[in-house]
């Protein structure tokens, strides 16, 4: 005999209307971490307010104060985000493995720190620098992502870690990468990074294997 079920049409509504609801505060909320992290990478901290930046993501001040209650929450929230979402794309460039390819590794990590999210972390980073409040989000989250990067890295390369300085190589290999997009910022530093980067991949070779 089969258990009778009852459905109440009120509930058969209100769960029909609250899931467009959450797929549009979803929405709403990644439109406000895209415009954070542009706003951060075009004007910097100064020029970057929450008023800024719900204009740019086409919601109302009291929408983006909804999401996020204050300006740290919303930076902070908005280079983590992007920073997931980068960790997933270069996972993604090689869904098999790198299969030995270390120049197109050494090459993808680089891309990591000469595009918008680097330039809109640096500008964390200096703002972080003379505000108190917002430091320990800041270290917090650098030390998140520098930890996730790292772990990209490593499986990316192949590198065995249990073997003395193959962990210091790799994180010296992150530091270039991040010296690499500070050139970057005020030129066009192309060239010299291809020449960086084919060197890098044959002294990585000569490290890990």
């Not at 998140?144 to 249990?162: F, Q």
């Not at 290999?173 to 990074?193: E, F, I, Q, V, Y």
């Amino acid at each position: 005999m089969s258990a009778v079920t009852t459905d109440d049409p009120v509930d058969r509504a209100d769960r029909a209307d609250r899931v467009p609801k959450q797929d549009r505060s979803r929405a709403t909320r990644q439109r406000l971490l895209a415009a954070a992290v542009a706003c951060l990478a075009e004007r910097g901290w100064a020029g970057s307010t929450v008023s800024v930046v719900a204009e740019r993501a086409g919601v109302s001040r009291g929408a983006a104060q909804h999401h996020f209650p204050t300006r740290e929450d919303l930076f902070t929230a908005a280079v983590e985000y992007v920073a997931e979402e980068r960790s997933g794309a270069l996972r993604a460039l090689f869904p098999e493995g790198a299969a030995g390819d270390r120049r197109a590794v050494v090459t993808a990590l680089v891309d990591l720190y000469t595009g918008p999210l680097f330039r809109a972390a640096l500008h964390l980073w200096v703002a972080a620098s003379d505000e108190e409040q917002l430091r320990p989000r800041v270290t917090e989250l650098e030390a998140r992502v520098g930890r996730e990067t790292h772990r990209i890295a490593v499986e990316l390369l192949g590198a065995d870690e249990t073997r003395p300085g193959v962990r210091e190589t790799v994180q010296g290999l992150l530091d270039m990468a991040r010296g690499l997009g500070l050139a970057n910022l005020l030129t066009d530093d192309a060239p010299r990074r291809d020449r960086v980067v084919a060197q890098w991949a044959a002294l990585l070779d000569g490290a890990l294997d």
